[in-house]
């Protein structure tokens, strides 16, 4: 057994590295020794003077919250580029980073705002001459303004005293948000995305759950359906950034999961990712057929710690996306290229890999102790070998038509998929032919609603018919870049869709 892991807290260089004005551009979080997180105004008078010291940096308004805050966010580019052409006709990858998406959660915020500041003055500027960034460091600007005591809104983080609140204005975890999208946060999102068409996808987050020895988890896109932008990322590129934070900074990081079991006689039953849907928004980004990550700091790491392992994961990122630009670009080609033949509509865990895991030994609590599972942590860490499941295989495959037709009072549906980036065409023409309608066997609403709604689970089989189709109708067309999403989300029986 041994003892606490060393947690490097790193920070300290980072700002004695930098020039004088940086010390006058500090976050809330840096300059309150990290008791506190920034507020909204705190972010927006940030970004401005920012944008003031550098021109390297354009400051826009990704949407308009439900309580009427304007989002921010930020294109950082070096020459700057007027728009998506010039990006990525430059050869740079882009990438978008988002912090806060669950206003508890509150380092990806803070890292955004540093990585901006040492990205256009301090000592990552060479960095922005490889990438271009698109960063919305402030994501649920509502759940942010509601800051209370963090033992209430974020039982079990180690600081800052208080942070927000995890919903959205609408009471909607944003984190679900990425199939429905009922959220403005959501829709704007939407909206930079598919202009841009981002290589990279980077979402910040503070995990909870189990008692384990790393500061930092991540995870890449995991529906299946991600293609080889997810198994780039999934096989090479995360496992070199987890090489470089621990040999340049000292610092331990691992797939993100839990144990099944806490309790120290269980714990080599397994650790476990999450859910491969795509309502989660990395799942949903990587089924776009770009590489997605999900950066998930250790909620019981100080919040100094948790900052500093998300500024270097980030850090790392782009350093290796600048550096492999060429085969990240050769990937995006090979993706809009490709027309797959076949969607993945249900899936489930691949076989486990065994791996070493560093876990923290923890003790029964007494009740009303300790804020997962009633178990009181030690300080004592055990590394185990066990199986790691961080992986899903298809389970049930669709073939992928040509198209999909839509009657004309499924106007919502094709709104929908059109904030999506999908095409939709509204057939001005009658139409007839053979086709395949699908004939529904049985329909199971979920007990529990989820986000205002009852899921609802459809058992069923295409069968041909004759069909028609009258003016009026809609019509999705595969044969585009996004047909795998769209059919993914046609289809009845999907997971998600």
């Known amino acids: 057994m041994a003892q606490c892991p060393k947690w490097h807290r790193g920070l300290a260089g980072i ?4 020039p004088a004005i940086l010390a006058a551009q500090q976050t809330t979080a840096e300059r309150t020794g990290f008791r506190e997180t920034s507020s909204y105004a705190d972010v927006v008078a940030f970004l401005r003077a920012l944008q003031h010291e550098t021109t390297d940096i354009q400051v826009g308004t990704l949407a308009q919250s439900t309580e009427g805050r304007d989002i921010p966010w930020v294109l950082a580019a070096r020459p700057m580029v007027d728009g998506p052409v010039m990006a990525h006709a430059s050869g740079k990858p882009v990438v978008y980073l988002q912090g806060n998406i669950h206003a508890g959660e509150v380092e990806g915020k803070e890292v955004a705002q540093m990585l901006l500041r040492d990205l256009t003055l301090g000592p990552l500027r060479s960095l922005l001459d490889s990438v271009i960034l698109l960063v919305v460091p402030m994501y649920n600007v509502d759940g ?18 208080r942070v927000g609140l995890r919903p959205n204005g609408q009471g909607l975890d944003l984190n679900r948000d990425y199939v429905k999208m009922e959220a403005p946060e959501t829709r704007g999102a939407a909206r930079l995305i598919n202009r841009w068409d981002p290589d990279l996808f980077i979402d910040m987050h503070t995990t909870n759950g189990s008692y384990h020895g790393y500061q930092l988890t991540y995870a890449p896109g995991l529906n299946p359906n991600g293609g080889a932008a997810n198994t780039y990322v999934r096989d090479e590129f995360l496992p070199t950034v987890r090489r470089r934070v621990r040999d340049r900074h ?14 120290p006689d269980s714990l080599d039953q ?25 950066s998930e700091g250790y909620s019981n790491a100080a919040f100094d710690v948790r900052v500093s392992a998300s500024y270097n994961f980030v850090r790392e990122i782009l350093g290796l996306a600048a550096e492999t630009q060429e085969r990240i670009l050769a990937i995006r080609g090979q993706t809009d290229s490709a027309r797959p033949q076949f969607v993945v509509v249900r899936s489930q865990r691949a076989p486990p890999v065994t791996m070493d895991v560093i876990a923290e030994i923890t003790e029964p609590a007494e009740d009303g102790a300790g804020p997962f599972a009633r178990r009181k942590r030690t300080g004592q860490y055990r590394t185990i070998a066990m199986p790691v499941y961080y992986r899903f295989d298809p389970v049930r495959v669709e073939a992928i038509p040509a198209g999909y037709l839509l009657p004309p009072g499924l106007n919502h549906i094709a709104d929908l998929l059109g904030r999506h980036g999908i095409r939709v065409q509204r057939m001005d023409e009658p139409w007839s032919g053979p086709v395949e309608a699908f004939a529904i066997d049985s329909l199971e609403a979920a007990r529990r609603s989820f986000q205002g709604h009852r899921t609802v689970s459809v058992a069923g089989r295409w069968r041909d018919r004759d069909g028609a189709a009258t003016r009026g109708w809609f019509y999705v067309d595969t044969n585009q870049r996004l047909g795998l999403l769209a059919a993914y989300l046609l289809e009845p029986i999907s997971a998600d869709g």
């Open 144 to 161: 942010n303004e509601r800051f209370g005591p963090g033992e209430e809104h974020r039982p079990g983080q180690n600081g800052p005293a």
């Open 250 to 263: 000292g610092q331990e990081m691992f797939w993100y999961g839990n144990f099944r079991n806490q309790t």
């Open 270 to 294: 397994g650790w476990f990712t999450y859910d491969p849907r795509p309502r989660f928004g990395t799942n949903w980004f990587g089924m776009r057929g770009r590489m997605a990550i999900l």
């Open 15 to 18: 700002l004695l590295l930098a």
